[in-house]
């Protein structure tokens, strides 16, 4: 089947999970299998009351993957056909694909759960169908599947040397750069919503999500920086704290808002501890995941930073 083929039928993705003794880590960019779009949309679900219904909805020209970062829900597809598939997801590493144009109901979301989506477009009212009537009448109209726009992974994939030509940016980083954004909510009695989209009110592209869960209380993560990513860091579940370092002033944020992102330049180095029991931590970035970009010794990083400070 190909990525065109595959694009257009719902599936599970095994998103990558990368255990350790702090917890474990996933993350999905495209590139991974299943994940057919670039990520312009990322919006998250919480405080959903146990047995609240979440109203129905189709979406003309958006794919989403939609993933459990916490608890578990179900979601059923229809295709407006007479075709419907009910999916349990219980697993942060296992997310549901989810074409345009499949009527979608997400319910019976366990207490404390998180569903966090990614999507292929950002927010535009008119591409939503919210009456189900509706939606079987342009499923039925619309013989032709439409695409969803795949251009090639290798355009987003950072090129290392164009940034080693660069000047360093731990000379001019600061922690007075980096700093807390409320997101958009939209509290409803059925739950909460929180977007983060590529837009202009957005400090940066979004083109990478990584979450970090199971993290046993008392552990420590991070510690390093990165020379070009840039992150908005979310507790969605929980609560941690996040210290951020320029080589000349720390600075330490808890972070305990699933609405509240701390948006963290490059060349800052940083630390996350103080995790509470079941907490999860979201992170959206604007690079695709390399190790060239991380710098993982502090001695390192403190002579990186030694080049003259901007005031
Ligand atoms: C950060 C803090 C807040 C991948 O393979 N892909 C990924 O997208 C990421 C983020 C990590 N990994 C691998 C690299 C390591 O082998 O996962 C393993 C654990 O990563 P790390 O030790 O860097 O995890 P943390 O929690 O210390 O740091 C992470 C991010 O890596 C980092 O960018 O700013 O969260």
Redesign the pocket.
């Given at each position: 089947m190909t990525i065109e083929d595959s694009a257009m039928t719902p599936h599970l993705i095994e998103i990558?999970r990368?255990p350790?003794a702090?917890?474990n880590?996933s993350?999905i960019?495209r590139g991974i299998p299943g994940v057919p779009f670039d990520i312009s949309r990322t919006y998250w679900i919480y405080d959903v009351p146990a047995d609240a219904d979440r109203h129905g909805r189709a979406l003309r020209n958006t794919a989403e993957i939609i993933v459990p970062l916490a608890g578990a829900f179900d979601v059923t597809l229809d295709d407006g056909h007479g075709g419907t598939r009910r999916y349990h997801l219980d697993r942060p590493y296992r997310g549901l694909y989810v074409p345009p144009m499949r009527w979608r109901v997400i319910d019976n979301f366990t207490t404390n759960s998180v569903a966090f989506v990614l999507a292929s477009t950002i927010y535009d009212e008119t591409d939503y169908i919210s009456d189900y009537n509706n939606f079987v009448h342009e499923a039925i109209c619309c013989q032709e599947a439409k695409k969803v726009s795949t251009p090639c992974i290798a355009e987003q994939v950072y090129n290392t040397e164009e940034f080693a030509r660069e000047t360093d940016i731990h000379h001019t980083s600061s922690v007075d750069n980096c700093r807390l954004i409320d997101l958009p909510r939209h509290a409803h009695a059925h739950g909460s919503l929180t977007v983060a989209q590529n837009d202009s009110d957005s400090p940066m592209e979004i083109r990478?999500a990584?979450f970090?869960y199971d993290v046993p209380a008392d552990t420590a993560?991070?510690?390093?920086s990165?020379h070009h990513?840039q992150?908005m860091?979310i507790a969605v579940g929980g609560s941690f704290d996040?210290t951020l370092d320029d080589g000349a002033q720390r600075r330490t944020y808890t972070l305990n808002r699933p609405y509240r992102a701390l948006f963290?330049t490059p060349g800052i180095w940083?630390t996350?501890d103080n995790f509470s029991s079941g907490s999860v931590?979201l992170?959206l970035?604007d690079t695709g995941?390399d190790?060239s970009d991380?710098v993982?010794d502090y001695n390192e990083f403190q002579c990186l930073t030694r080049g003259p400070k901007q005031s």
């Open positions: 990558p990368i350790d702090r917890g880590l993350f960019q990478r990584f970090i993560r991070g510690g390093h990165h990513s992150q860091i996040v963290v940083r996350m931590c992170v970035t995941y190790e991380y993982r």
